[in-house]
């Protein structure tokens, strides 16, 4: 590596102009004469002097006061790196303290409010479901009052046999009054749901229920008490003595455990009637 | 070379001995490391510059360590000692810097 005469002068080595000097490094005036025949590879060989042990008492202290840096150096990085609360100063430990006091604070009125509405919320839905429990209850009532929900239970099975068409509307229509006034709650005759506005209808060719032609024998499924209404078809001057009395006809009842009730009936949407406002009721 | 070698035998031993710091010394001991750090790259440089000498080097290690350490100690008796500390370590940041900057001029010739 050989010097370019014009080669930067390396007499200000580490010293720019505007650094401020440093206190801490050696100028060791006895020295500074060095650094005036230094070239700039010196520094290199300077080091490689420097580590050549000389074995002197300074530079074995030298390299004691290294070793104990060395040595707190891995005991503060070993101490940071398991930094607890044990380490910090009495101020930061209050500032720590307030810290977590008020986000306790927070978090306590946080979880309250939520707590609150958590409450809401089970309450409102338990209302919800309440009110949906008992609408639902309403519907399948008066869907079975209003023959559009099939219905089952106990009741009986009214078949009147009458080949000779010597029946007449209003005999039915005296046997389903008899059956509702002895309770029964759904009547079904053949495929015809009886409902509050079915009619008995004389036709040409036979008995008609809600205009559907009703063939003998007559099939009425009831539900209701069996033994109630089984008793009042044969009451005295009743449905049966009636049924007997025309010639041809048959009558027969039968209680059953379950009467299954599906014919259905599809309701008419009022064409003048709307409910009324709940308040307008008195 | 010694001092280098007993750099090496420092960290070995702390990372052997696994020591944990006493309480008192908690809040001087990161300061006085700066410091010592500070007092090493000074000592490079002055290797470098072809003026160290061991005498200096040795009292200026101390010196700076024990400055260090009291200025901090006095700041907690302030009451300021948190941003003493910070004050003490930015110093000697900048301090370090130079030095390195000097070393690297030595050594890199840039």
Do not use: W
Request: charged fraction near 20%.
């Amino acid at each position: 590596m050989s010097v370019p005469p014009g080669g930067p002068p390396d007499s200000p080595p580490g010293s720019p102009p505007g650094s401020t000097p440093d206190p801490s490094s050696q100028p060791a005036p006895e020295q500074a004469p060095h650094r005036s025949v230094s070239s700039p590879d010196e520094p290199r060989r300077r080091l490689l002097r420097a580590l050549v042990p000389r074995g002197s008492r300074g530079e074995l202290l030298a390299g004691l006061l290294c070793a104990v840096l060395g040595f707190a150096l891995v005991v503060q990085v070993r101490q940071t790196q398991e930094a607890d609360l044990g380490s910090l100063r009495e101020t930061d430990l209050v500032r720590i303290l307030d810290d977590l006091g008020e986000r306790n604070d927070r978090l306590e009125s946080e979880q309250a409010e939520l707590a609150r509405t958590r409450d809401e919320l089970r309450s409102g839905t338990s209302a919800r479901e309440a009110a949906r429990q008992a609408a639902q209850q309403q519907v399948d009532s008066l869907g079975i009052l209003a023959g559009t929900a099939p219905a089952q239970g106990p009741g009986i099975r009214l078949t009147i046999t009458d080949p000779g068409g010597a029946l007449s509307a209003s005999t039915l229509l005296d046997a389903v009054q008899e059956l509702r006034d002895s309770g029964a709650e759904t009547i079904q005759v053949d495929d015809v749901r009886v409902v509050a506005s079915t009619s008995f209808t004389d036709t040409q060719d036979g008995v008609a229920a809600d205009g559907t032609l009703l063939q003998s024998p007559y099939d009425f499924l009831v539900i209701g008490d069996p033994q109630t209404l089984d008793t009042a078809m044969r009451i005295p001057g009743g449905v049966e003595s009636r049924v007997a009395s025309a010639p041809g006809a048959r009558f027969d009842v039968r209680q059953l455990d379950e009467v299954l009730v599906d014919a259905l009936r599809v309701p008419e949407t009022p064409q003048y009637a709307r409910p009324a406002e709940p308040t307008a009721t008195p | 070379m010694i001092a280098a070698l007993g750099l090496v035998v420092g960290i070995l031993v702390g990372l052997v001995l696994q020591p944990t710091v006493p309480p008192e010394l908690q809040p001087y001991l990161p300061i006085a490391v700066v410091a010592a750090l500070d007092a090493v790259f000074g000592g490079l440089r002055a290797v470098l510059d072809g003026i160290f000498d061991d005498r200096v080097f040795v009292v200026s290690f101390l010196s700076n360590v024990v400055v260090a350490a009291l200025v901090v100690y006095l700041g907690d008796q302030l009451g300021v000692g948190a941003q003493l500390s910070t004050g003490v370590v930015v110093v000697l940041g900048i301090r370090i810097f130079s030095n390195a900057a000097a070393i690297r001029r030595h050594v890199f010739k840039a």
